[in-house]
């Protein structure tokens, strides 16, 4: 018998709000972790458009698609709880500085499973770090006894540390990261996830090249050599509007910001904040570039990003750090 139609606005108005509710945790765990810096060169909307591509490909249901997009997103949440000077720490970690750093997973289980719809997602970031042959950790499972999720979020993880740039390393190239996923396919990960997702990085080599780092996109190049000095930024991130009429946003950089001298890309600096007009930043004569590529829209569930091409800007009125 069909629901009375007050019955059925009702529970679409719930299921609304809950989706709202979940996508705002999920913004304010994000924020955390960039408060606490963690998340610079981590391009985590790439690691969830990742791993929804290769979960659609081995035919997850919605479900599992949407614990994959929250583990994708919120895997290193952990690491709040691991001191910086380990998180930060430019050389090799002692042993009781690697035990410490391996209980990130647990400290992220134990914060998410609090959180009702959450549970499935914790389970599948406590099991990120697991390996195929079973000398992962925390529980040492092997094969099928990981989650699926958790082995998808281990390769596309693993992937990107490869490639992205650190204040302390060079992100390693294309095709070295490739032979080196490859590699390891059957003893640290999962054969079948390996596969999906080198078929897809393969065909679509510059979208995935790009995860290198600012230097990974030739039209991104192209732009940066005209500048004599100014920054490379890779992400606005929280902005919200203070004046609608104006279109004033304020808000975050996130995932790296670059200092370019001479039309060179020559250090990281730290994440920091904006206050802008979109219509005065991309005025007429304000746009003095655009890059080739443009990323086609993250096929999400209700956290949906959508990508556009570079722009060299005229200007940008950064107001300070993003600590304050």
Known sequence: MPRPPLESFRVKQAEEQLSTLRSSVICAFNQLLDLKDLNTGVHS?????????????????????RNLEVAALLHDIGKVGVPDAILKKPGHLDSDECALMKKHPEYGWAVLRMLPG?????????????????????????????????????????????????????????????????????????????RCFLSFAQDEMATVFAAAGPAADSSVLDLVTGVRYGLLVTDHWYTRVLDPRTLVVTGLTRNGVWLIEDGEITRPIRNLRFTQSYP????????????????????????????????????????GGASG
């Not at 909307?45 to 479900?63: I, N």
């Not at 195929?132 to 082995?151: C, M, N, Q, T, W």
């Not at 304000?286 to 556009?308: D, F, I, N, Q, T």
């Open 118 to 194: 959450f549970e499935h997602a914790a389970l599948d970031i406590l099991h990120h770090h697991e390996r195929f042959d079973g000398a992962g950790y925390p529980a040492h499972l092997k094969g099928a006894e990981i989650p699926i999720v958790s082995r998808i979020v281990a390769v596309i993880d693993a992937f990107d540390a490869m490639v992205s740039s650190r204040p302390y390393r060079k992100g390693l190239p294309y095709k070295e990261a490739v032979r080196r996923l490859a590699q390891a396919s059957g003893t640290q990960f999962d054969p079948a996830v390996v």
């Open 45 to 65: 909307t790439r690691l969830a458009e990742w791993g929804l591509r290769v979960g659609q490909e081995l035919g997850l249901d919605e479900a599992a698609l």
């Open 280 to 319: 005065q930043a991309l005025a007429p004569g304000a746009v003095l570039g655009v890059g080739a590529h443009a990323p086609a829209e993250v096929a999400g569930w209700g956290l949906a990003c959508y990508a556009a091409p570079a722009l060299r800007l005229a200007g940008w009125n950064f107001t």
